[in-house]
């Protein structure tokens, strides 16, 4: 079992749409959880760090759950420059060490 | 402030080859990873040094790949000999090795990466 799993997509939705990942863990001593965005041969790049109360950054919001071990991100009101792939990042408890996801392609919709 | 740097941006080899990439990490930060990704393994964590320490190379595939980073400004990471299956892009990042106030360490920060093909 892979330590970080999600649903490559593609999600393909219309412009306006709501969509949410999710992203399971396998290793419970994961402490710390973000989300990156990365564009077509791009790097990755922070989206939102993921706590355990869940946050909100405009139209994104996360949410950790950790008795069943998965974190989601909501997009509300896609826009097209919201289309790239989101990258599940899970970090092990008292190490640098980041376990990223194969992640998530989003295509939003004209 | 600039941003990671890494060069070349693209390298096309043959088989065979030394291939060294070079990453310089964000002024200040003391964590350094080098990361491999293709499409059907994703990103994946080669090694990872703290003060210019080596602290984790679980990820370093064989012997073919060695990384180093003399300096707090310069780590680089070496294929030899390269082979067809090493064609990935490569990507380097660094972090600061703080802990933030909701307790995890901070984020990295990833250079624009390297495109490997070897021929």
């Known amino acids: 079992r892979k330590e970080v799993e999600q649903d490559p997509g593609p999600f393909n939705v219309p412009e306006g749409a709501t969509v949410a990942f999710n992203c399971t863990y396998s290793n419970s001593a994961s402490q710390s959880f973000f989300w990156y965005r990365q564009d077509c041969r791009k790097e990755p790049k922070l989206l939102m760090s993921?706590?355990?109360s869940g946050n909100e950054d405009g139209r994104f919001t996360a949410q950790l759950n950790r008795a069943s071990q998965y974190i989601s991100l909501l997009i509300r009101d896609s826009k097209l420059s919201d289309s790239a792939t989101y990258l599940c990042?899970?970090?092990?408890?008292?190490?640098?060490?980041?376990?990223f996801g194969t992640g998530t392609r989003l295509k939003v919709l004209a | 402030d600039a941003g990671v740097i890494q060069s070349p941006r693209h390298e096309v080899t043959e088989m065979g080859q030394e291939v060294t990439l070079r990453c310089k990490p964000i002024s200040g930060h003391d964590y350094l990873f080098w990361y491999r990704q293709t499409m059907m393994r994703g990103l994946e964590l080669l090694i990872y040094?703290?003060?210019?320490?080596?602290?984790?190379d679980s990820g370093m595939p064989e012997d073919r790949f060695s990384a180093k980073m003399p300096n707090a400004s310069f780590s680089t990471l070496k294929i030899q000999p390269s082979e067809p299956r090493d064609s990935a892009v490569y990507f380097c990042?660094?972090?600061?090795?703080?802990?933030?106030?909701?307790?995890?360490?901070?984020?990295?920060?990833f250079g624009p990466g390297t495109r490997l093909l070897v021929l």
């Open positions: 993921v706590y355990s």
């Open positions: 040094f703290n003060n210019n320490v080596p602290i984790d």
């Open positions: 990042v899970v970090n092990l408890s008292g190490t640098y060490k980041y376990i």
């Open positions: 990042a660094s972090s600061r090795g703080r802990v933030t106030a909701k307790g995890g360490p901070e984020t990295q920060y």
